[in-house]
């Protein structure tokens, strides 16, 4: 086991769940139409459930997406098609004091849910299971999903106080709704790189 790549894995780490993804752009509508508080669970979700991904993946997906592609097209096309309906639904949110009665954030299990179907966790852990962790064993992977998940949970909650602190300036219903809908273009902008990485 070669331990020493630990601390490039943990600066690819900041790097990709720093930047803007799906994961982040949802925090950051989030924090902003519901607030930091409503939207912890979602964070732990996607840091808990893309440890989940990493070592699912390390344990055997990348062979079976090697020897079967097509699962691996089929997953590519549902991730697709599910990050538009959710750019719908951020694009369409109403403002938070006519949710407050019927609306929630992303719960754990459903952020935890979304990186299996999220483009850029697939590519983020793929990407550091065969480039840092290769051939090192069961336990360099779970030390690796653990550093990852560790570096991950702060680089979400950065986006989340920034949608929050946005709140403040989204205090009437129509820059609300262009900041909703800049969010849903950008998630969707945010498969262009994505997919021409894992294409």
């Known amino acids: 086991m070669d331990y020493d790549v630990l601390p490039a894995l943990a600066l ?23 607030g930091f508080r409503r939207t912890i669970p979602h964070m732990l979700g996607i840091s808990i459930g893309f440890l989940v991904l990493m070592l699912l993946t390390g344990v055997g997906l990348v062979r079976v997406f090697e020897i079967y592609p097509a699962i691996y097209t089929a997953l590519t096309v549902l991730s697709i098609a599910y990050l538009l309906y959710l750019a719908w639904k951020i694009a369409n949110a109403a403002p938070v004091k006519e949710r407050q009665a019927t609306g929630q954030p992303m719960t754990f299990l459903q952020a935890a849910a979304f990186q299996w179907v999220n483009p850029k966790a697939w590519a983020m852990a793929l990407t550091a299971i065969t480039v840092y962790v290769a051939d090192g064993g069961a336990i360099m992977l779970f030390a690796a999903a653990v550093l990852f998940a560790s570096v991950n949970l702060p680089s ?44």
């Open 156 to 199: 979400v909650t950065i986006w989340t106080v920034l949608g929050q602190q946005m709140a403040r300036f989204l205090t009437n219903r129509s820059r609300l709704r262009m900041f909703n809908w800049t969010m849903a273009a950008l998630l969707i902008a945010s498969l262009y790189p994505v997919l021409s990485m894992i294409g």
């Open 12 to 34: 690819f780490a900041f790097v990709s769940s720093a930047t803007p993804g799906p994961n982040n752009l949802m925090l950051m509508a989030s924090g902003a139409n519901y």
